[in-house]
Nanobody, 127 residues
Framework: QAQLVESGGGLVQPGGSLRLSCAAS????????IGWFRQVPGKEREGVSG????????YYADSVKGRFTIVRDNTKRTVFLQMNALEPEDTAIYYC????????????????????WGQGTQVTVSS
């Protein structure tokens, strides 16, 4: 079975940094795209970033451009999200998602683009 496990969340002060990890196992190891989403209770999930298995340019939401960086580790089937200059507005549960279907037309920020989801890791930005 496919499994995605997020880790690295926690409490950080504004301006601080965190690095999230998404480890894929089972059929999720054969991803074509890994995406990061975040969600605040009562709101829809927001696409944050995405990266392909190979060397296509990554996707970033406008709200995180210049602050977040997505990094792929193809050998270990792990994708990282480096988050710098964190703001209280970044507080959310962060989920990683895997697409195992062929890449097709990029729909980075759409949930239906992905096939499997992790259970999330909490990121809290507060002083």
């Amino acid at each position: 079975q496919a499994q995605l496990v997020e880790s690295g969340g926690g409490l950080v002060q504004p301006g601080g940094s965190l690095r999230l990890s998404c480890a894929a196992s089972g059929s999720a190891r054969d991803f074509t795209v890994i995406g990061w989403f975040r969600q605040v209770p009562g709101k829809e999930r927001e696409g944050v970033s995405g990266i392909t298995r190979h060397d296509s340019p990554p996707y970033y939401a406008d709200s995180v451009k210049g602050r977040f960086t997505i990094v792929r580790d193809n050998t270990k089937r792990t994708v990282f999200l480096q988050m710098n200059a964190l703001e209280p507005e970044d507080t959310a549960i962060y989920y990683c998602a895997a697409r195992i279907r062929p890449f097709g037309t990029p729909r980075w920020s759409q949930e239906v683009f992905y096939d499997y989801w992790g259970q999330g890791t909490q990121v809290t930005v507060s002083s």
